[in-house]
T-cell receptor, first 112, second 115 residues
Framework: GNSVTQMEGPVTLSEEAFLTINCTYT??????LFWYVQYPGEGLQLLLK?????DKGSNKGFEATYRKETTSFHLEKGSVQVSDSAVYFC???????????FGTGTKLQVIP | DTAVSQTPKYLVTQMGNDKSIKCEQN?????MYWYKQDSKKFLKIMFS???????INETVPNRFSPKSPDKAHLNLHINSLELGDSAVYFC??????????????FGEGSRLTVL
């Protein structure tokens, strides 16, 4: 079956540091890949996505590139802010009826 | 004008009780879901409905019963609540019953605490 593996958190960074959150996946076919973000006390919201190999998704300074050869979709940001503190979920969808598989989430804490 | 709204936001109840959580979406989507998030933030899909028809029914105790009166609403009823049911329950919706767009729109969650 499908699976998503994320690096374990929590990740603690100082403001303006470089962020990488690793994500690798196992899936049949050609899945679409996503990063969702969950701010404290809120539901998840889509951060970025990529639907085919070599696509780069980007939003709010975050980027991730769909790497089929390494089955990875690592999230990066060049300079994090305190407001980026949240839980980040990597996810994929390769089936019908929108069955999305989520990773376990990585908590990011950014300190001033 | 919240896109996906769920009520109640907080629910505290005793073991053995029955409770319901309601969800409504105004996005015009035809697919709705219930997810359970445990204390470690792990997200697990429970059910999915497409145009009021049950599509995904993961391994969930039959004390949990979803009901979709129309494609804009998906309610979750839980009988005989147990301590392990304590979690945050998220409703979500998406457009399309197939394809790979995969974008889910989540509600703010309903935190259930069973004492």
């Amino acid at each position: 079956g499908n699976s998503v593996t994320q690096m374990e958190g929590p990740v603690t960074l100082s403001e303006e540091a470089f962020l990488t959150i690793n994500c690798t996946y196992t899936a049949t076919g050609y899945p679409s890949l996503f990063w969702y973000v969950q701010y404290p006390g809120e539901g998840l919201q889509l951060l970025l996505k990529a639907t085919k190999a070599d696509d780069k998704g980007s939003n709010k300074g975050f980027e991730a590139t769909y790497r089929k050869e390494t089955t990875s979709f690592h999230l990066e940001k060049g300079s994090v802010q305190v407001s980026d503190s949240a839980v980040y979920f990597c996810a994929l969808n390769s089936g019908g009826y929108q069955k999305v598989t989520f990773g376990t989430g990585t908590k990011l804490q950014v300190i001033p | 004008d919240t896109a996906v709204s769920q009520t109640p936001k907080y629910l505290v109840t005793q073991m053995g009780n029955d409770k319901s959580i309601k969800c409504e979406q105004n996005l015009g989507h035809d697919t709705m879901y219930w997810y359970k998030q445990d204390s470690k933030k792990f997200l697990k899909i429970m059910f999915s409905y497409n145009n009021k028809e049950l599509i995904i029914n993961e391994t969930v105790p039959n004390r949990f019963s979803p009901k979709s009166p129309d494609k804009a609403h998906l309610n979750l009823h839980i009988n005989s609540l147990e301590l392990g049911d304590s979690a945050v329950y998220f409703c979500a919706s998406s457009q399309g019953g197939g394809g790979n767009s995969g974008e889910l729109f989540f509600g703010e969650g309903s935190r259930l605490t069973v004492l």
